[in-house]
């Protein structure tokens, strides 16, 4: 019995298992390049939610001229611009990310009821990610120009996002008051200062009159009076 | 971005070219931003910017603006409607001009109360589409107070927009129910809104 087990022993060559785990890594391999290429393919398909960052583009092209040891001192950019680029990288960085945070509701709702598909939801997701990691990029870059100025520089960064919001909002006043004009078809200055708006009967006239005399003047005193307390 | 930026190490500011300011705006606009921060970077002397502390507000700044806004109210009391206008446009630029990287709480402070009086010079010069547009403006800088909604509902009154003039007028009644100038403007709307659609007995 013996003797015919040892002849049924079939002699395996060493090359055999390394053959076969040759095999199987190529395989592997194979398949996790492809997997990745194809991943990175379908990342790149992504449609931003957000338009192109200039402030991010501007960043990159000072970094590598302050960074070029070929430079002359013509060339290489200050230290303070480098500062300020980055300070304008971090604001732009802070708006989208409370623009996402503002979004972030709507989109999981949307999601959860089915009214926006898989592949818009992985979008949000993808620039959340794509954000965070942004915002960890700005930190880095922020310790390579002062030890602990991080602490500091996003509430800076937040200051400047909002004081240009409200500059931008201030410098569109113009530009909204001719949409308007246009919109609600009142053409003061053409008609030379008569007034569009149809007249208030006498009697109405001179009640809005009376109620504006009492309106705005105190109103005036009122916020002066507020200054001073305050 | 393809779009070949210059840096002038003298002035240390970037620039485009002509032709690319036209064909991109937007990056105009950004290196312009940039521009702006390095100067009052620079101009602010300190190696990093200062944290936006009521300590760090400009105070000099601040006195200018008052005096301006000093001088726009005084002229108001005299009923130099136009020149209280222009004291006070030229207190909301100079508020602008501040370095953006100030205190926005103070600054909102100092442009509220600009704006307040702005719109109330600018209805008396019958710029209503002005005033309209300050009144606005306060509201979405969520200072909704009963003046405000007072000030933006007798501005769409005078440009005819009855509707949003009783809309206005209501949703400042629901901060103060017992506003006698709201109720009183509110009751001349309702009336004229009869009026404009034929109703009026």
Redesign the interface.
Known sequence: MDEETAEKIIKVSIWTPLLYVGVLMTCFIVFSVLYRRRKVENLSKIEPIF??N??H??YL??KQ?YTNPDAT?????????M???L??RGVEAIRRSLKLKEIEPSFNRLYQEGLIGDEMFKNFQFQAKFQEMDLKDIVQECET??KG?VN??F??AQ??C???A??R???S?DE??KT??IQ?Q?F?DKSE?A????A??EK?KN??EN??E????P??????E??VK? | ?NVP?A?D?KT?Q?SLPKEAERVVP??KL??D??NT??QE??ANGS???P??TPENFNKDMSKMI?KL??GG?QA??QGKYEESAKQFNIG?AMI?R?T?????QG???E?G?FL??RA?AY??T?N???A??DAD?LI?MMMVTP?NF??RG?AN?????YEDARADYQRGLSFDPDNQ?LT??LE?VL??IL?ENGDYL
Not at chain 1, 214 to 217: A, D, G, L, T
Not at chain 1, 219 to 224: D, F, G, Q
């Open positions: 338009p192109e200039h402030t583009s501007l092209f000072l001229q001192k013509e060339s290489k950019p200050h230290e303070k611009v500062k300020a680029a300070l304008r120009y002062k100025w500091q520089f509430p800076v200051e400047i909002f004081n240009e409200l500059r909002r201030l410098a006043m909204r008051s308007f004009s609600w009142y003061v200062g007034p569009a708006a149809p208030p009967v109405e009640a809005i109620q504006k009492k309106v705005e003047e109103t005036v005193e009122k916020t002066e507020a200054k305050a | 971005m930026l840096y190490a240390k970037l937007l990056v950004e290196v931003q940039l921060l390095v970077l620079i190696d990093v910017p944290p936006p008052k806004y000093e109210v108001f009391k909301v602008a501040r953006k990287f100030e205190s926005f600054t909102l402070q442009l109360l307040m009086s109330d209805l008396k019958k209503y589409l002005g309209f547009n403006m979405g003046d007072l000030r007798v009154y005078l440009l005819g927009n100038r009183t403007e001349i009336d004229k009026e």
